[in-house]
């Protein structure tokens, strides 16, 4: 039975079995034919179904027993002519062996290539029964510590040279490769913005992180660890012989129609390497300041910001932040026909039309600072740098904007008047700081909740006013909280949006600045003369439905505000 039909029955078989919805089954249906992945494993990955009512589903299709990870022998035997990584790619357990014939447990009875390769190498008949994935691959990885066939894999009994050139091969077979594009696949999908790679004692862990959170998607075979990190680093042009040192390096690939650029790092840990890439999707990417969501009254200062001459403009806030999208969102809102643009970055993450980007490289001593110097040469009218991450740097911006250049970067600090601090602690004098720092972007990523299933409800008055949300709701208007469904995966949100603050430098703020006042003061002073702080701005998100008090309270406890 071909592939296609055969999956249409086994969903079908689960809907009949009253496993899976029906709508259930269209909309992995069509996620399916959109990633060109198996029905089955998109079913699983939604979390539609468990690998558990797969297994009794097919074992009902095809005629054949089920068997429970409990029923498999304690002693396992070898499949003549069968390869251990045959059988770890395709799902097999061998159960017993007689002779002229062999019994044995898969994940898809219905997969006539694997069926007739077994019984070509074994020339043996063969007895099936059906066992959930993951039961066979655990039970596989016992046998094999048990066995001690990964010796190899550890530098034993192998030379290293045959071991790389081992790996080579099993990375470029095509049931790797197709694992690998699989699940770089899976991204468009997802929405992931990061895949992570993880090795432990019962295989790679493969998980991705969806809206800032972590999700693991499956556990690949130990035997196919580090084959597929050794496929993903001849992508990314890294030295697959090399597995003691951290590397980095970056792949670009066409996934459906959309071209995706992958960041890959990988370190090495005590059962292999962990690899993480970093996706950046440049046609997912909203480069215009429109459709950031910034609050008109926020986008309108921070428009008049980018319009001035000189001076500088920083944006803060932690990691994955969005800081970055926010810079380019600003320049992208600049008119590069007319001005020089030019940025300095570690790494550049998407290519802008009209801007000279450049690409920060320690190791050859092109460090922020020293690219900086060399911009300022290039007559620029516009320069971006990626991150102030030193006192030099800092020093730099600060001589750049005193001489007519605007200045766009960012700071990791929790609010926007730590910002001014950071510079301070940096070695920038206040005085310098007043003379060029035109305002502070403070930013945070929450959740958005999922517009399909998301549940009004009225709150208590009393909470309402415990939480500060009587300041924007309505009395008797409502508010929403996550319930789960399958276009969300059950977690109740889809996407993410940012809150804000801006610090505008005014006369008063540069006062008190001069004047030696602390963060503490500056963000007093700011919320007097009219800032709006991250937490209440998050308010306004969650008095309009679109998130949640307690996304706001997680992206904002950090912030002087909260």
């Known amino acids: 039975m071909p592939a296609a039909s055969a999956d249409t029955a086994l969903g079908d078989a689960l809907v009949a079995a009253g496993k899976l919805a029906p709508r259930d089954l269209e909309r992995a249906q069509a996620a399916s034919a959109e990633l060109g992945n198996r029905l089955p494993d998109v079913l699983v990955q ?92 655990k039970a596989l990885a016992e046998r094999a510590d048990a066995s001690g066939e990964d010796a190899a894999a550890e530098g034993g009994d192998v030379d290293t040279g045959e071991f790389v050139e081992h790996l080579r091969d099993l990375a470029s077979e095509a049931p790797v490769i197709r694992m690998v594009n699989t699940l770089i696949g899976r991204v468009i999908e997802l929405r992931a913005s990061d895949i992570h790679l993880e090795p432990f004692e019962d295989g790679l862990h493969l998980r991705y992180r969806v809206d800032g959170a972590l999700d693991t998607a499956e556990v690949i075979a130990p035997r196919l660890g580090a084959a597929v990190a050794s496929r993903i680093k001849l992508l990314a042009h890294l030295d697959i012989a090399e597995r003691r040192l951290p590397q980095d390096g970056r792949i670009r690939t066409r996934v459906k129609g959309r071209e995706l650029d992958l960041r890959v790092s990988t370190v090495p840990s005590v059962h292999g390497e962990s690899v993480v890439m970093r996706v950046l999707d440049r046609t997912a990417v909203r480069l215009s300041l429109q459709d950031m969501g910034i609050p008109a009254d926020t986008l309108a200062l921070f428009a008049d910001m980018l319009a001035r001459p000189h001076g500088i403009l920083l944006v803060t806030g932690p990691t994955g932040a969005g800081k970055t999208t926010t810079l380019y969102a600003g320049l992208s ?179 008190a600045i001069g004047e030696g006042a602390d963060a503490g003061a500056l963000q007093a002073l700011a919320l007097q003369r009219g800032m709006r702080p991250l937490h209440d701005d998050g308010l306004r998100r969650v008095a309009a439905g679109l998130t949640t008090l307690e996304e706001v309270l997680r992206a904002t406890q950090d912030a002087g505000d909260a």
């Open 46 to 137: 939604l979390g539609l179904v468990s690998e558990g009512d797969l297994a009794q589903a097919r074992a009902q299709l095809h005629g054949v027993p089920l068997l429970r990870a409990d029923e498999f022998p304690s002693s396992l035997p070898e499949l003549p002519g069968v390869q251990p990584g045959f059988l770890a790619l395709h799902h097999v357990l061998p159960l017993a062996v007689d002779e002229g014939s062999a019994s044995v447990a898969v994940a898809d009875p219905g997969d006539a290539f694997v069926l007739k390769a077994l019984r070509l190498a074994s020339g043996l008949r063969l007895n099936i029964s059906v066992a959930a994935a993951a039961d066979i691959d």
């Open 333 to 511: 809102a600049l008119d590069a026909g007319t001005q020089k643009i030019v940025t300095v970055e570690d790494p550049v993450e998407y290519q802008l039309p009209g801007i000279v980007q450049i690409q920060v490289h320690a190791q050859i001593g092109l460090t922020f600072a020293s690219a900086l110097r060399s911009i300022l040469r290039q007559d620029p009218d516009v320069v971006m740098i990626g991150e102030m991450r030193d006192g030099e740097t800092a020093q730099i911006a600060v001589q750049a904007a005193l001489t007519g250049h605007l200045v766009l970067s960012t700071l990791h600090t929790n609010d926007a008047a730590s910002a001014v601090i950071r510079l301070v602690d940096m070695g920038v004098e206040r005085f310098l700081i007043t003379s060029t720092v035109n305002g502070v972007v403070a930013q945070r990523l929450v959740r958005t909740l999922c517009s399909q299933c998301k549940t009004a409800e009225v709150p208590d008055p009393a909470w309402l006013q415990r939480t500060g949300l009587h300041r924007h709701l309505a009395p008797g208007a409502p508010i929403y909280q996550p319930r789960g469904c399958a276009a969300c995966r059950g977690t109740g949100y889809r996407g993410r949006l940012g809150i804000y603050e801006l610090l505008v430098i005014d006369d008063a703020l540069r006062r």
